[in-house]
């Protein structure tokens, strides 16, 4: 029973290219959360969001987009892919509630070429 | 704005001797804390948190973390290391604004035979 489920776990793609990474929870929970981790494993949070309220971290490129069909499910869209982007990207949802621990996805490995 | 800085990136350390991972937190309003873990090729792995109450948290796989307040650090420790510790930790807090957490650069314990 995967709490919190990426797919796919490894996505290795041209620079120009457009690519999607899926998220799902089965905890119920409210929020959920994109991660960037890079290359000297600091961890950076991109998206946070609920069904209310779609927080940004202003330094995200807009190439990348959250999408979310409904509370269970926050998909990443990146477009016109470039170097820098190579990365883990982790998936994480919690309960609304501030201090509420966050619940991680074993993440996504995206390699630029 | 808030900050974490976790003071060392690595801490070698010999199996069954005990380590003290550090962190210090900077944040102009009150904080939750928290203590993760990453294994290879992993996503992260809560370990305890502290919201309020007693400064002495306990966690899993025997760590324990003690928030102090004036010195605002949130130190973890464990008084016996086994090989199985050896992964990343973090340290990470947040401020109820949106839940989304705010990363140490992370520290790689090594556990030696």
């Known amino acids: 029973d995967t709490a919190v489920s990426q797919t796919p776990k490894y996505l290795v793609t041209q620079m120009g290219n457009d690519k999607s990474i899926k998220c799902e929870q089965n905890l ?3 929020t959920m959360y994109w991660y960037k981790q890079d290359s000297k494993k600091f961890l950076k949070i991109m998206f946070s969001y609920n069904n209310k309220e779609l927080i940004i971290n202003e330094t995200v490129p807009n ?6 069909p409904d509370k269970a499910h926050l ?5 016109s892919l470039e170097l820098g982007d190579s990365a883990v990207y982790f998936c994480a949802s919690s309960q609304e ?16 070429l | ?9 690595q801490v ?27 294994y290879p090729n992993q996503g992260l792995q809560l370990l305890l948190k502290y919201l309020s109450g007693s ?35 973090f340290c990470a807090v947040n401020n109820n604004a949106g839940n989304m957490l705010t990363f ?10």
């Open chain 1, 28 to 30: 119920g929970h409210d």
């Open chain 1, 63 to 68: 190439r990348f987009s959250p999408k979310s």
């Open chain 2, 1 to 9: 704005a808030q900050s974490v800085t976790q003071l060392d990136s």
């Open chain 2, 12 to 38: 070698p350390v010999f199996e069954e001797a005990p380590v003290e991972l550090r962190c210090n937190y900077s944040s102009s309003v009150s904080v939750y804390l928290f203590w993760y873990v990453q």
């Open chain 2, 55 to 89: 400064t002495l948290v306990k966690g899993i796989n025997g760590f324990e973390a003690e928030f102090n307040k004036s010195q605002t650090s949130f130190h973890l420790r464990k008084p016996s290391v086994h090989i199985s510790d050896t992964a990343e930790y």
């Open chain 1, 97 to 112: 509630a501030g201090g509420q621990p966050q619940h991680f996805g074993d993440g996504t490995r995206l390699s630029i």
């Open chain 1, 75 to 79: 998909n990443l869209h990146i477009n």
């Open chain 2, 104 to 113: 140490g650069g992370g520290t790689r314990l090594m556990v030696k035979p």
